[in-house]
């Protein structure tokens, strides 16, 4: 794991730069012109001078960091779920999976998530979009976990449990509820999706009597 | 459930009309010319005369027997998962899923249906929209019926299993994988999927000896 979130988001960029104190302000800026973009322009007209012009950077500032589409779409994308989507610690897995699906369903409803979920959903070839969603992917389930690491130091799931796979089952019915069967969204639902996602894993652990 | 699947598709329509021997070919025609337009026109603009016009039929005989979008949109998708999406018998639930799932991801591929669900996941707040996809949902369930009433006779599965469930647990990850993530879609990956689906029900059934 990393210890610094900024540098999820320019691993395979080498060295971070150094942005001094705007940085943050800079970052937010960006990520904010890449949603707008990406609302506006869908994936295909995608200019990255417009988002550096959006940001009120320079172009070749943007390139150097971001040297394409996907990088900087995921690093987006990435940066507004870390905003909003929190990291809790209520104290069992089953309470954080919970609380993370229950943000999940409220980002459903911001048009910045929607214009990136719709992205995804144009079942674009593009392997931009194909290369943006799966960094995307990678870095949030890298960014979920210490929520898992927790639910392991506590005996609640063992060491070698396929992480991705949970946030898999628990997110994708919650995906597909949401879009394609439209049928409510309840507490219950989200209650019975976390235990069914989690059933697996806590069956692999020797039950306590 | 119904036995006569064209049933389904005008089951809110008042009583069937008689179509003569033409009648699959021209609700193949409605069909195809209702994910045509879809694909070229999306839902905004979508239109039930050019729909008409396309599949060689008039307006009033459209209108007749789908009164709006939602009706004729969800009749389409329908009736094109009826023909690539199978109804196997294979023998366990297990299986029969697996099959299932297996020729969901060669929909995906289709032009047709990801017209379909890139207008699903345009996330459209349009109620015409969000009325297509719940009744296209719910035949799709209740056409699965006869699988699962199988899995109840051969006592896999207790007979208050909410099949709705299982399949959104099925669905919902292989969905998420391919659109989202767009992870690799593995045979191993569709067992492990199924497995999950079916442990929270299967678990309910008083476990042989």
Known sequence: ???NPEELAVADEGPRRRMGGRSARVLDAVANAVLE???ESGI????????AARAGVSSSSVYRRWPNK??????AGDRMARETIPFPDLGSLRQDLLRVLQEVVETFRD????????MAFSGSDSPDVQRAQTTYWQMRVQEQQPMFD??????????DTDTGAIIER???PLYFRFFISRLAITQAFLEQLVDAALAPVLAQKPRRR
């Open 150 to 159: 927790r639910a392991i130091a506590r005996g609640e799931i063992s060491p």
């Open 44 to 51: 295909e007209e995608f200019s990255i001078p417009r988002v």
């Open 170 to 172: 628990a997110a994708g």
């Open 37 to 39: 973009e990406l609302g």
């Open 111 to 118: 048009p910045k998530s929607r214009a990136l979920i719709a």
């Open 70 to 75: 996907a990088t900087l779409i995921a690093f």
């Open 1 to 3: 794991m990393r210890e």
